[in-house]
């Protein structure tokens, strides 16, 4: 096996061989968390935006959605994706993750959250926007009047390409971005 130049400890993960998890099934994982979370989340905003126009109820569905991976992996080592994939993220010496390290994992979703959040309050604050009903005029009107908006989904889309890409330049560990950041690796369980 390569030397990891990460680990501080290249004994330990000798004696306890890992099977590090690669790009498709890492893929397949997150399509899952998308279908299992993603989706009722985005439904959720959806009708908080067309229906409820709470700012109160979005800061709630955004809470929550940062909040899942996070929680699933410092409490079982894995999302829900990712233990139907067999899967279970560790720490360079292939021990569960500590809340930290489960934190640092989310640190770009939780960045953008974090940025998104002050413009959403204004947009729940807009009269003419919460008077809408149709989803396509008021996506049409949110790209019009908060291009701050399209700003931090292409940063996150360039994030997502970046993670993309260090993780596919990194076999046999199969480390993204953030499992570097964290000192984590995700590996068969």
């Known amino acids: 096996m390569q030397k990891d130049p990460f680990l501080q400890n290249q004994k330990d993960l000798e004696d306890n061989p890992l099977k590090f998890e690669g790009f498709n099934s890492r893929l397949i994982a997150v399509i899952l968390d998308g279908l299992i979370v993603g989706i009722p989340i985005a439904g959720a905003t959806l009708y908080n935006l067309l229906v409820l126009k709470s700012f109160w109820c979005f800061v709630l569905i955004t809470t929550v959605s940062i909040a899942y991976k996070p929680l699933m992996e410092g409490f079982y080592g894995a999302t829900l994706g990712k233990m139907s994939m ?104």
């Open 86 to 189: 067999g899967m279970r993220v560790v720490d360079y010496d292939g021990h569960k993750i500590n809340a930290p390290q489960a934190i640092l994992r989310s640190v770009f979703t939780i960045a953008q959250a974090l940025v998104t959040l002050p413009v959403y309050f204004f947009i729940f604050q807009d009269k003419s926007l919460m008077e809408m009903t149709d989803y396509f005029k008021m996506s049409e009107e949110l790209g019009t009047s908060y291009p701050m908006l399209g700003l931090i989904s292409g940063i996150s889309f360039f994030i997502m390409f970046v993670e993309m890409i260090t993780l596919l330049t990194d076999p046999p560990y199969w480390r993204s971005l953030h499992d570097r950041i964290a000192k984590t690796y995700v590996v068969e369980s």
